[in-house]
C-alpha cells in the first residue's frame, strides 16, 4: 500500500459523504456509504499492486467482479454487538483489500457444499483493545485474520506439496501462545483458503512449477518459471513455495554432506507450542496408530463430530487438514469460539480422554510470566 496517494478531489467527495454518515448517526437514522471505494482512480491503483487477484486467496479475479473489501468493517462488525463498524475507515484507501466475491462477501462454496463464511463484516481480535470510535488507536488491536497489507502476514501462511494452505515455519507469537489459537489456520478456516476447488489447481500448479525447475536451465524455461512466480500471477504464493522447495533439494543433492546433517523440518518447537497445535505431543501416541491415523471424536449442539488426527499432527475434518483442534474444531461446528481441546476426544490404550486431558498428562505448565 506504500506509494498510494488519495486523490484530493475524491478525499473532498468522501469527506462529504463521511458528514452525512456522522449526521445521520447523531440523529439515529440510517447511515448510506456511498460506494466512492468503486470509483477508477482509487480501485484501479489498488488493482494495480498485485494485478487483477484477490489479495486473500490468490485467484484471478474478472475485472467485473473486483471487489474492494474493508479490512477492518465499515457498518458493523460480527460478534460485537453495539458496535456502529470502522465507519471512520469507510473512505480510507489503508483500509482497502482487492477481493474476489468469495472471500468478501459470498463465502466459498465449491461442490455444491459451503466451504466458508467469507470475511463480510467479520473483524475477530487475536488480542489487544477494540477501537470503537474514531479517536480509539487501531494500533492496540491484534486482528486474528492475516493482513495482506501487512508485511509479515503473508509470511505466515505457507503450503504444502498438495495444494494446501497452511502455517509456515514462523513459530507462534506470544499472543498466539497464550490464547492457543494459530492466526493462518483461522485464516485459512474464516476465507475457505482450501475450497476444493483452489487446492486442487493450486497443487497442479505446484507440480508443474516443481517439473520446470528440474529441467535444465533455458531462457524459456526460465520464463516459464518467473510467469508462474511473480506477484501478480495467480497462487504466486504457492507456486514460490514449490519452487523453492525444488531448489532447496536441488542444493542438498549438490552438497551430500551438509544435507545429512541438516535439521529434519519441522513447525518450530517454542515455549507454549503445545498450547496451540499437537505437534510437540506427538511422541506420546503409537506410532503406529499415528500412522493409521487416530479416531477423534466431538460433541455439540447434539451433533457428534469426527476427525482423524494424523500422523504430522495435523486433524483432518472432511478430508481437510488443519493445522489446530481449535481451528478444527471450529470448522467442523461452524462455531467461531469452540475449544478444540476440549471438545476433541480420543482413546489411549482403552481410556477416553479430551485433547486437553492427553496434552495435561504431557506437558508441565508455563511458569507465571
Ligand atoms: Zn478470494
Excluded at 458528514?19 to 477508477?40: C, G, I, L, Q
Excluded at 498485485?50 to 457498518?75: M, N
Excluded at 471450529?330 to 462455531?335: I, K
Aim: aromatic share 6%.
Amino acid at each position: 500500500m506504500s506509494g498510494l496517494t488519495t486523490p484530493q478531489a475524491w478525499a473532498a467527495k468522501t469527506e462529504r459523504t463521511l458528514d452525512v454518515v456522522r449526521a445521520a448517526m447523531a440523529s439515529n437514522t440510517k447511515r448510506r456509504f456511498t460506494e466512492h471505494w468503486t470509483d477508477d482512480e482509487v480501485r484501479d491503483p489498488l488493482v494495480a499492486l498485485l494485478g487483477p487477484k484477490c489479495w486473500y486467496c490468490e485467484t484471478t479475479i474478472q475485472r467485473a467482479d473486483i471487489t474492494v473489501d474493508h479490512f477492518r468493517p465499515k457498518s458493523e462488525v460480527l460478534g460485537e454487538p453495539g458496535h456502529d463498524g470502522y465507519w471512520w475507515l469507510a473512505y480510507k484507501i489503508a483500509n482497502y483489500r482487492i477481493a474476489c466475491k468469495h472471500c468478501n462477501s459470498s463465502g466459498a462454496r465449491f461442490d455444491g457444499m459451503r466451504e466458508g463464511r467469507a470475511k463480510g463484516s467479520r473483524f475477530p481480535l487475536l488480542a489487544g483493545l477494540r477501537a470503537w470510535r474514531q479517536r480509539d488507536g487501531l494500533d492496540l488491536e491484534q486482528p486474528l485474520l492475516l493482513d495482506p497489507a501487512q508485511i509479515g502476514d503473508p509470511d505466515l501462511l505457507g503450503f504444502d506439496t498438495a495444494g494446501y494452505a497452511r502455517r509456515g515455519r514462523t513459530p507462534y507469537s506470544q499472543a498466539e501462545t497464550q490464547h492457543g489459537v494459530c492466526r493462518a489456520d483461522e485464516t485459512i478456516r474464516i476465507l475457505a483458503l482450501n475450497a476444493t476447488q483452489i487446492t486442487e489447481q493450486r497443487s497442479d500448479l505446484m507440480k508443474e512449477v516443481t517439473a520446470l525447475a528440474q529441467l535444465p536451465g533455458h531462457p524459456v524455461i526460465q520464463d516459464m518459471i518467473d510467469k508462474r512466480v511473480r506477484p501478480t500471477a495467480q497462487w504466486s504464493a504457492a507456486a514460490a513455495t514449490a519452487l523453492a522447495l525444488q531448489r532447496a533439494c536441488d542444493r542438498q543433492l549438490d552438497t551430500p554432506a551438509r544435507s545429512a546433517a541438516a535439521r529434519p523440518v519441522t513447525t518450530g518447537s517454542t515455549p507454549g507450542h503445545s498450547n496451540v497445535d499437537l505437534h510437540d505431543l506427538l511422541e506420546h501416541l503409537d506410532p503406529v496408530e499415528l500412522q493409521a491415523g487416530i479416531s477423534l471424536t466431538g460433541r455439540h449442539r447434539n451433533t457428534v463430530h469426527r476427525a482423524v488426527l494424523l500422523h504430522d499432527g495435523r486433524i483432518s475434518v472432511w478430508s481437510r487438514p488443519w493445522g489446530t483442534p481449535n481451528s478444527a474444531a471450529r470448522a467442523a461446528t461452524g462455531s467461531d469460539d469452540i475449544d478444540g481441546w476440549g471438545f476433541w476426544r480420543l482413546t489411549i490404550a482403552g481410556v477416553e480422554q479430551s485433547l486437553a486431558e492427553f496434552r495435561a498428562a504431557h506437558t508441565t505448565p508455563d511458569p507465571p510470566v
